[in-house]
């Protein structure tokens, strides 16, 4: 696996998205089982890093993923845990409320970052940042980050976080370039925030393009995995695939190590994907 580098963190280029596992929108837990053994087979693979958030099944997803940690032995001080602050809980009384009930739902006393998951109109980013960065100072959240913030949320947050702002959390595939076209990436690049790639490989058309698929096929990978890789041989970008399938959390954990050439990048960068 390799890693990102960035104040004085290690963190694995893939990590573990967790959306769906306990329910959608709503907590559904008529699928615990599976989803509790999912996530084990994700631990016992090697997966560190492991995002949720409050939103994800109302809570149920928090609560399956500190389970799943618990059941496994896998010593808290070695995962890399992410959870979410939801859009209309960035007064400061509730982020510190959201913070509690995550920490309570995931049975751990931090997590190692603590995003905003959405900005909201008419949002008060200086008293949001107030009370995630008292946060950092009660040693409940040891990062804070924010998520699908264009430029001008992202460098307003990065001047209102007392610590250095670890990361932007966006859309990011071969077949979604905003963050490119919008100076997102740029930015984080130049400025040493991590951009961290959400939802890398569900779109259908990541199989129906050309580049893609000629790729995968000359290193014998899958075409998820070099869609994984074209993210992560970029500079201060890592990936958080889901999957409840062990094959693929395998797959994309593997990919962590690919690292695609300059011929390569350049066929991806300029391909067309077609739904
Ligand atoms: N911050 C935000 O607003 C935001 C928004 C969306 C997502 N996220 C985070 O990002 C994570 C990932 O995004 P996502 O869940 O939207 O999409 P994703 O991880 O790109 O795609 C998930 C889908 O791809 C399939 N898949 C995964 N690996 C595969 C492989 N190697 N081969 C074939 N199919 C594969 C999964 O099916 P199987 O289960 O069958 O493998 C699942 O249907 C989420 O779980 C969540 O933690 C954050």
Redesign the pocket.
Known sequence: MRYETIHKLQIPKIGF????FGGTTVEDRSSDAESLSALRSALDLGYIHF??AESYSAGHSEELLGQAVRQSGVPREKLFITT?VSPEHLQFDDVLRSCEGSLRRLGMDYVDLYLI??PRVGMKLPETFRALNQLVREGKVRHIGV??FNLKQLKQSVALCDTPLLTN?V?YSIPDRTIVKNGVLEYCQQNNVLVTA?????RRNVKSNAALSAIAAARGA?P??IALAWLITQPRVIA??????PQ?QA??LAAGDMLLTEVEMEQLDQSISRV
């Open positions: 998205g967790t959306w769906s995002d949720t979410k998951h959405w998520s699908n959390q859309s959400y939802s890398p490989v569900k899958s998820q995995q958080i695939p889901m999957s409840h399938n693929h797959e994309n």
